[in-house]
């Protein structure tokens, strides 16, 4: 089955500045990559997904990159701000089932 | 309601007690998926249905869990003799199809003592 990997598993940084996420899949076929953002006590939230007929997808500050034939993409968050503090994780899913990466926890210093 | 409701929030059983956890999707979305998330671990996929019909099962981590969609709307999760093991988030998420946008709801806590 599907196996994806996510580094870094915690990422510090000061407000204003960039954060990056990287994550690496494992089933070739897969074809749908979507982002989650969790906050405390909550459920996961979609921020960005990108499907595999497509490299680079950008909204705003957020924008997420697709290497199929390294099987690996990444989020970019920009000119980051304290309420972009959370759990970040990414996903990849092929028919039924979304695999879920461990999950970033993403501290904004102000 | 506007998003995925799950029910209860909080659930604290003993050993060996049986529970359902309910999930009501959002209205008109045909795809409803069950997860499992401990601390610190990302969502763990139980198990898929497309309409009534339970179309993956493969993350049910044994016959104690079994999940049901009757009418292709709500859904339970029923979970037989709980372990401390099964202690965690159990998350609910629907959408209109297979690779598209999932919305989850904000889980039920679930503690085995």
């Known amino acids: 089955g599907e196996n994806v990997e996510q580094h870094p598993s915690t990422l510090s940084v000061q407000e204003g500045d960039s954060a990056v996420i990287k994550c690496t899949y494992s089933?070739?076929?897969?074809?749908?990559f979507p982002w989650y953002k969790q906050e405390l006590g909550k459920g996961p939230q979609l921020i960005i997904d990108i499907r595999s007929n497509v490299g680079e997808k950008k909204d705003q500050r957020i924008a997420v990159t697709l290497n199929k034939t390294a099987k690996h993409f990444s989020l970019h968050i920009t000119e980051t701000q304290p309420e972009d503090s959370a759990v970040y994780f990414c996903a990849a899913s092929r028919t039924n089932d979304m695999r879920f990466g461990a999950g970033t926890r993403l501290t904004v210093k102000p | 309601g506007a998003g995925v409701s799950q029910t209860p929030s909080n659930k604290v059983t003993e050993k060996g007690k049986y529970v359902e956890l309910r999930c009501d999707p959002i209205s008109g979305h045909t795809a409803l998926y069950w997860y499992r998330q401990s601390l610190g671990q990302g969502p763990e996929f139980l198990i898929y249905?497309?309409?009534?019909?339970?179309?993956?099962d493969s993350g049910l981590p044994n016959d104690r869990f079994f999940a049901v969609r009757p009418e292709g709307s709500v859904s339970t999760l029923k979970i037989q003799r709980t372990e401390r093991g099964d202690s965690a988030v159990y998350l609910c998420a629907s959408s209109y199809g297979k690779s598209t946008e999932a919305f989850f709801g904000q889980g039920t806590r679930l503690t085995v003592v």
């Open positions: 249905f497309q309409g009534t019909g339970a179309a993956d």
């Open positions: 089933d070739s076929a897969s074809n749908y």
